[in-house]
T-cell receptor, first 114, second 116 residues
Framework: ETGVTQSPTHLIKTRGQQVTLRCSSQ?????VSWYQQALGQGPQFIFQ???????GRGNFPPRFSGLQFPNYSSELNVNALELDDSALYLC?????????????FGSGTRLTVV | AQSVTQPDIHITVSEGASLELRCNYS??????LFWYVQSPGQGLQLLLK??????LVQGIKGFEAEFKRSQSSFNLRKPSVHWSDAAEYFC??????????????FGSGTRLLVRP
């Protein structure tokens, strides 16, 4: 059974640029969620994808967007990067809505915006 | 509004000593509760979870937690701490989102330091 894998591990971008982060879900999980963890804080929910559609969103601006693909993998896109977007971005997969039994998290992508 | 409070930012214990990390939650319905551990620069590893049933939950690495509805608490315990337990610990509650799904609301974490 494979876990959640994220790429890249680390990334440095310039303010105003755009970035794409990738996630492959755990085998058997078809729901993917993204979290942002700023330094010294707990993770914050960004959004969740199920059946290739957004199924819930946290308090993040529209420049944070996502995609889910038929193989359940997912992308997080952030446009017009700001310095405050520097954080660890965590992907988490789970069973379908209605069968929720917890999340499996990946190791994260460390994004630094300079 | 749903929230999770971890009142201790840092805790230092000696190796072999017992440990209790505090967690209080605010949630209207019966909560789904979780404890995760995070080593520096790493993702989150699930220690244990509570959904229903027995209020004393056993997890991995010798950890346990007790759900106390009357106190809105879900404290994490370990009888004897090992140096490898030094990490950041997060308590979380599952809150409804979207169509029949859940998101996790995390506390701000407790950093555990272990003295030799």
């Amino acid at each position: 059974e494979t876990g959640v894998t994220q790429s890249p591990t680390h990334l440095i971008k310039t303010r105003g640029q755009q970035v794409t982060l990738r996630c492959s879900s755990q085998s058997g999980h078809n729901t993917v969620s993204w979290y942002q963890q700023a330094l010294g804080q707990g993770p914050q929910f960004i959004f969740q994808y199920y059946r290739e559609e957004e199924n819930g969103r946290g308090n993040f601006p529209p420049r944070f967007s996502g995609l889910q693909f038929p193989n359940y993998s997912s992308e997080l896109n952030v446009n017009a990067l700001e310095l405050d977007d520097s954080a660890l971005y965590l992907c988490a997969s789970s069973l379908p809505p209605g069968q929720f039994y917890g999340y499996t998290f990946g190791s994260g992508t460390r994004l630094t915006v300079v | 509004a749903q929230s999770v409070t971890q009142p201790d930012i840092h805790i230092t214990v000696s190796e072999g000593a017992s440990l209790e990390l505090r967690c209080n939650y605010s949630y209207g319905a019966t909560p789904y509760l979780f404890w995760y551990v995070q080593s520096p620069g790493q993702g989150l590893q699930l220690l244990l979870k509570y959904f229903s049933g027995d209020t004393l939950v056993q997890g991995i690495k010798g950890f346990e937690a007790e759900f106390k509805r009357s106190q809105s608490s879900f404290n994490l315990r370990k009888p004897s701490v090992h140096w490898s337990d030094a990490a950041e610990y997060f308590c979380a509650v599952g809150a409804g989102v979207g169509d029949s799904s859940y998101k996790l609301i995390f506390g701000s974490g407790t950093r555990l330091l272990v003295r030799p």
